[in-house]
């Protein structure tokens, strides 16, 4: 567990890593990347074309991570420059909105055309909008069973609240890190 989140001083960052929202239209990628770096929730009711980056710089100890947050538009109308924003991503952030079952429905294909460009990425799975959730939450249910049948962490999170980003935010930094490691490790045994 990584106990601060801070944000870094002036040092350069140590490590760096690209990490990609994948999700359909809609189901809150922007404005959950501007709750993780910016810790508000902005409603401005404006699409992403293209891609937007956000940079968002963490101390732990004496090292200084980077995370590069690709928010790219979720559109079909931009599929084939998607597979371009996704190339050498080391994290996928699959999305779905909890309120939402067709959203969760669409991300299987979704994470099949992040896979295809990227294949050593990690994935984790994040539901959105948890606030406005009612009821039994089905689609949670749901989700627990793709995370699970894939292997990935899951985690609930409300841009508008904050509720659940902190923690989601320390998972993808905690996994990214494990993952170096032992990729580095692979190397100087093989
Ligand atoms: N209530 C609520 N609304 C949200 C939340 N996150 C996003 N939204 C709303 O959902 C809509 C789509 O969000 P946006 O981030 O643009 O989706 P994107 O197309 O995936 O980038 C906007 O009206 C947001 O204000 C949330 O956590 N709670
Ligand atoms: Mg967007």
Known sequence: MIDEL??????????????????????????????????????????????????????????????????????????????????????????????????LAE??????????????ALCIMIGTKLDRLKGRGQVVEEAARMASKYGYELFLTSAKTGEGCHEALDAILRALLQKEIIDCRLSITR
Request: hydrophobic share 40%.
């Open 107 to 120: 991300l299987e294909a979704r994470r099949d055309e992040f896979l295809a460009a990227c294949s050593q």
């Open 6 to 103: 801070s944000p870094a001083t002036t040092s350069p960052p140590t490590h760096g890593f690209k990490i990609v929202c994948i999700g359909s239209n809609e189901v809150g990628m922007t404005t959950l990347m501007r709750r993780f770096c910016q810790d508000r929730f902005v409603d401005d009711g404006k699409p992403t074309l293209g891609t937007d980056l956000y940079l968002k710089e963490i101390r732990i100890g004496n090292q200084v991570v980077l995370l590069i947050l690709w928010d790219p538009a979720s559109q079909d109308s931009f599929m084939i420059l998607r597979k371009y924003y996704f190339m050498y991503a080391r994290c996928g952030l699959l999305l779905f909105d909890v309120n939402d079952p067709r959203s």
